[in-house]
């Protein structure tokens, strides 16, 4: 083996010794104490301490060779240090080196404890990963729990609005025909406006449950068609007159100047808004006074509600508009959604909605509306009426088909009838009408299935679709299957008439 050189092996003498602290204990055969070597102070090694120090080698080494190299690594001695002890023979006697393990006893412990701590980091870690496991199974769980709850709830929504609906088209078209078969009587006359009153009004309040359901389950249908200005204003008045005179506020509801008859709105959710609007201004005005008015200004319709009630500070002016809030304003009940489904009303007309208000003075709620896009359905002369038109009306609600019957031979429309999509199949290969209107609610076959099938067997006649689901993505679907139009319960009658004549004309 080469040497080192000679400055090398003074310096790697000088450090491993300054570094090791060697100790040397020279024994005899019989471990008698011969001579000691090395840093005894760094040791510790002064009178008894290096005779318990022997004892304790010699106790260490019984029963071993003395005669033969041994080496023992961290040995702790009695004074707590660690060292390596090695065992050297030379001859009949004997060395003892101590080498300092303290250093390299302490980085094995920090080894060792990093060692402990991984495994049982790695333990936390598979009780954590088994854990995460279980909360993601329980979230599947739960997400597949709310899923069915969603589908559910969209399929009440549905069922509710085909169940107030459907039965809301029998009063307002029997209320139809008693208005204008009536001979002119004011007490009859009277009771029938009372009745279309709140109708109109259960129908208002119903579209508030269905809109505020249309959130997740489908864009709310607009249905444009011209506005009878003083109409709505006299219906609001006489609906509301009577709250307000009870609580001793007085009420002013005018209408101003009316829009051009090329300008159609959605008269069902204006009178929604109108009705949240006031509703909630008499709710929240103890004394004084609700103004409203109605008016064609600027190329938009302008509801302005006013009232001397409660008024709305800045903090919660965001918050009113959200649903279910009841905490911005005081004194009164109600659920708290009359003023979100006024703003998501708004919205879906693309109109805007401004409120002004000081707190203990008043508020004033404004509404610009901008005219829908009409559906150009043009009035027919009188003589189109005349042409013999035939018509199938597929529905399974008997006041409603009659009701329909009634109004097609008022149009000069001959009527057959059909409770099912099959019966209504069967019908067309029969004898081929003109017309075919079909509700979507059908047993078995649905309305949107039996249209289908009629366009694959090649009926050409217009097709009509009548649904109590007031959506964007149920008319799609009606139209898609192959209607022609799409309306919904309760109907416009003066719509439906413009529709029939328009339909019959189908080439």
């Known amino acids: 083996m080469n040497r080192f050189p000679a400055a090398v092996d003074s310096y790697l003498d000088q450090t491993l010794r300054a570094r090791a602290r060697p100790l040397l204990l020279s024994f005899d055969a019989d471990w008698n104490l011969v001579e000691v070597r090395g840093d005894t102070a760094a040791n510790g090694l002064a009178g008894e301490d290096a005779r318990g120090l022997v004892q304790q080698l010699q106790d260490l080494f019984l029963g071993l060779p003395l005669d033969q190299s041994q080496d023992l690594p961290f040995v702790e001695l009695s004074d707590g240090r660690h060292a390596h002890v090695h065992l050297i023979p030379d001859g009949e006697n004997f060395h003892l080196l101590l080498l300092d393990a303290r250093d390299e006893h302490r980085q094995t412990q920090v080894q060792q404890q990093m060692g402990n701590e991984a495994v049982l980091a790695g333990i936390e870690k598979s009780r954590t990963l088994a854990r995460l496991r279980q909360i993601k199974s329980e979230l599947e769980q739960q997400r597949a729990r709310l899923e069915e709850a969603n589908a559910l709830k969209n399929a009440l929504f549905a069922t509710l609005s085909h169940e107030f609906r459907t039965p809301l088209t029998s009063i307002f078209g029997y209320l139809h025909l008693l208005e204008r078969g009536l001979e002119p009587n004011a007490g009859q006359a009277q009771a029938l406006r009372a009745l279309r009153r709140n109708a109109s009004h259960l129908f208002a309040l119903a579209e508030n449950l269905l809109e505020y359901g249309r959130s997740e389950s489908g864009e709310s249908l607009l249905d444009p068609a011209q506005l009878d200005l003083a109409q709505l204003v006299a219906d609001l008045d006489a609906m509301f007159q009577p709250l307000a005179a009870e609580k001793g506020l007085a009420l002013l509801i005018e209408a101003g100047a009316a829009p051009p008859e090329q300008a159609w709105f959605d008269p069902v959710k204006l009178r929604q808004v109108a009705i949240n609007l006031l509703s909630n201004a008499l709710r929240y005005t103890p004394r004084g006074y609700v103004k409203a008015r109605l008016e064609w200004r600027d190329q938009a319709l302008r509801l302005d509600v006013a009232d001397s ?73 009188e003589e189109a009426k005349r042409r013999g038109l035939s018509a199938l009306i597929v529905d399974d609600d008997p006041d409603v088909a009659g009701l329909l019957e009634v109004l097609l031979d008022d149009l000069g429309v001959s009527t057959r009838q059909a409770g099912t999509a099959a019966a209504a199949l069967a019908a067309v290969a029969e004898a081929e009408p003109d017309l075919v209107l079909v509700d979507v609610e059908l047993p078995g076959l649905s309305g949107n299935a039996a249209v289908y099938q009629l366009r694959s067997q090649g009926f ?14 149920a008319r799609r679907a009606a139209l898609a299957a192959g209607a022609d139009y799409y309306l919904t319960k309760p109907l416009d009658f003066a719509q439906f008439a413009r529709v029939i004549q328009q339909a019959g004309r189908r080439d």
């Open 460 to 473: 050409k006649g217009g097709i009509v679709t009548l649904s109590a689901n007031a959506t964007e993505e």
């Open 309 to 381: 009630g409660l008024g709305i500070d800045q903090a919660s002016r965001a918050r009113i508009f959200r649903p279910f809030n009841r905490g911005a304003q005081h004194g009164g009940r109600g659920a708290g959604l009359g003023l979100s489904i006024v703003k998501r009303l708004v919205e879906r007309m693309d109109g805007r909605l401004e409120l002004d208000s000081t707190p203990g003075q008043g508020s004033t709620f404004r509404v610009s509306l901008p005219p829908l896009r009409a559906g150009g359905l043009p009035a027919l002369p």
